[in-house]
């Protein structure tokens, strides 16, 4: 059922060192979340682009100066390409965004279910099925909504958090914890 909350989870010490965990949950589809995600994991070259737009603005700034000082004229079409060419870097990273998500509409359209073990966390669709092993995971980012995988720096899978339970949650954390994957919290006193 899509607004179904399917959750599970187990976490027991084998050894000293190694813990067993299991957490299963499906997510219903949700296009404004997978946005969200696609934003997290592309957020340096949303900056990358940025920064190259207000380098663009800066060197059209600095052309008008020029021209006025030194030819006493306004460089209208200097002016009108660089300025054409900083809109475009701001806006070209969400245009490939939009045409990424819309160009997978199935894979959106269905409920995906989150496993996550002591040996690997994957996800499952009715498109297919993507997992990672926790040993090819070198890092992980944690923010408010997601954990997202990266496996030599590349994105390889997004766990949203706000489906998991408190509990979940925990369990999870404290896996990635032991890992070496997240840093533990510290209580704000």
Not at 38 to 63: E, P
Not at 135 to 142: G, L, Y
Request: charged share 20%.
């Amino acid at each position: 059922m899509i607004g179904e909350r399917d959750t599970t989870s187990t976490l027991s010490p084998v050894t000293p060192t190694e813990t067993r965990i299991r957490v299963e949950f499906t997510v219903p589809p949700n296009r404004a979340e997978q946005r969200r995600a696609y934003k997290i994991v592309h957020r340096v070259l949303f900056r990358i682009f940025f920064w190259f737009a207000i380098g663009l603005a800066a060197l059209a700034f600095a052309d008008v100066v020029l021209a006025v000082t030194l030819l006493h004229r306004i460089p209208i079409v200097d002016l009108a390409l660089l300025l054409v060419l900083a809109l475009w870097a701001v806006t070209f990273p969400r245009r490939c965004g939009s045409r990424r998500l819309r160009a997978a509409p199935r894979y959106f359209a269905n409920p995906v279910t989150f496993e996550i073990s002591e040996v690997e966390a994957g996800e499952t669709s009715a498109v297919g099925h993507l997992s990672v092993r926790w040993a090819a995971v070198t890092s992980v980012v944690e923010t408010s909504e997601f954990w997202v995988l990266y496996a030599d720096r590349t994105a390889r899978l997004v766990l949203p958090r706000r489906h998991l339970t408190a509990t979940d949650e925990a369990t999870v954390r404290e896996f990635m914890v032991g890992r070496g994957l997240v840093p533990e919290q510290t209580s704000e006193a």
